[in-house]
């Protein structure tokens, strides 16, 4: 059974920095393309960040420039560096794996973790 674990939320002041890891167990993680999503108080789930088994990276445009996903396939690790925080960036963060998927939909991210709070105050 796969199991994913967040952590490293927060609060932190607008322009501050914070990094959530997420570590994972069972599966395949090497072969897992790895995301990160956020919801927010009344707003639906929204992608943040993808990276292949390979490394290869996307992100939506709200944080381009800002965020840095990357992985660690030998400690199992997936990590969201997240700089210039945002007020509009508070929301839970969720980590996820999928397997033979590579993208921003989350209908094909078949694992997830429980979420971590990050809080920017303004």
């Known amino acids: 059974q796969v199991q994913l674990v967040e952590s490293g939320g927060g609060l932190v002041q607008a322009g501050g920095s914070l990094t959530l890891s997420c570590g994972v167990s069972g599966g395949t993680f090497s072969s897992s393309a790895m995301g990160w999503f956020r919801q927010a108080p009344g707003k639906e789930r929204e992608f943040v960040a993808t990276i292949s088994g390979g490394g290869i990276t996307y992100y939506t445009d709200s944080v381009k420039g800002r965020f840095t996903i990357s992985r660690d396939n030998a400690k199992n690790t997936v990590y969201l560096q997240m700089n210039s925080l945002k007020p509009d960036d508070t929301a839970v963060y969720y980590c996820?794996?999928?397997?033979?998927?590579?993208?921003?939909?989350?209908?094909?991210?078949?694992?997830w973790g429980q979420g971590t709070q990050v809080t920017v105050s303004s």
């Open positions: 996820a794996a999928a397997l033979n998927y590579y993208g921003n939909d989350a209908r094909f991210y078949h694992n």
